[in-house]
């Protein structure tokens, strides 16, 4: 019996959730959760709270579904999945917090362990490659290997990132066997963009900066960008990967202003830089290659503040 079901053991309601600003993963494996608990587990009530998520995961069964406030009724368990620390959780906390018990499952290697019972393979490529671990393979149906095979395309760049393992390439095919649409899914969900987001992604190359002797790049999108084109957070989908494909980088930056002196920063690493360190300095966490957090101050100052962290391991 795994950890997830010995805890499911003699309860009645279950609160689902993952971070702020939820991806592939977090969606992936928040939904895949709760489709499993809905075909597997009807007497239980489960619900997931996400803040609202970019449409072009709209194919997920339970999307619609998504509750994007909190609710006061306590619940007898509170799963946290893809999600570091407490932080993180937004302003969903406050269902960790009145749980009777919680359960959190991750992949990150900086993860604060904040729940009562902590699950964190640090090793695996993803949360959804965690959760699977942590379900009966007999009883997973179509709309759950959906979800799982789409957190795990997402955070291995469709198997192309250093997490990416023989286990990983084991349970996506095996989520395959279940008779999803593989095909659509990786098209659709990771690589469509609409034609806005292309115009975003052409102004942040155009604009990209190469420095340390091209071994670093970065790009930054500031508000008035950002209502000009009329984009948000979920439409930088893709801008730090393409960085990261630069030839000669071993890091690419990208931030885009999120308030006042505010900006959300993502990090990629190619070989040796271990962004997850940096990131963690900042208030933020992740992967080895690949991490984010939230600096204050001008563009020149987070670049500046960053790239002495960088510049100590490069001299490495």
Not at 73 to 99: K, T
């Amino acid at each position: 019996m795994t950890i997830l079901e010995q805890m499911l053991e003699g309860t009645g309601s279950v609160a689902i959730l993952g971070h702020i600003r939820p991806d592939g993963d977090c969606l992936g494996s928040t939904l895949g959760l709760y489709n499993y608990l809905r075909l597997n587990y009807p007497a239980v009530r489960a619900a997931v709270y996400l803040e609202e998520a970019s449409g072009k995961f709209g194919y997920l069964r339970g999307f619609e579904e998504i509750r994007h406030q909190a609710d006061e009724e306590a619940v007898d368990l509170c799963v946290c999945l893809d999600c570091g620390d407490l932080g993180r959780l937004g302003g969903f906390a406050c269902i960790l917090e009145s749980a009777g018990k919680s359960l959190c499952l991750d992949h990150h290697v900086t993860n604060t362990r904040f729940a009562d019972t902590n699950l964190v393979e640090d090793g695996a490529s993803s949360t959804c490659e965690v959760l699977y671990g942590q379900l009966d393979s007999q009883k997973i149906d179509r709309t759950v290997a959906e979800c799982l095979y789409t957190g795990i395309i997402h955070d291995t760049g469709v198997f192309k990132y250093s997490c990416t393992s023989a286990r990983t390439m084991e349970i996506a095919g095996k989520l395959m066997a279940k008779g999803i649409d593989f095909g659509s899914i990786i098209d659709n969900s990771f690589y469509k963009k609409t034609y806005i987001q292309n115009q975003i992604l052409g102004r942040a190359l155009l604009e990209s900066v190469t420095f340390f002797d091209g071994r670093c790049i970065f790009s930054a999108i500031r508000q008035n960008e950002m209502d000009f084109y009329g984009v948000d957070s979920k439409d930088m989908d893709g801008i730090i990967d393409q960085l990261r494909l630069t030839e000669g980088v071993e890091v690419a930056i990208f931030l885009y202003q999120s308030g006042a002196q505010e900006f959300k920063v993502s990090m990629r690493s190619q070989s040796h830089v271990d962004v997850s360190r940096i990131a963690a300095f900042f208030g933020g966490g992740g992967h080895v290659r690949a991490a984010g957090c939230t600096m204050s101050g001008s563009i020149h100052d987070v670049i500046n503040n960053l790239s002495q962290h960088i510049a100590r391991q490069l001299d490495l």
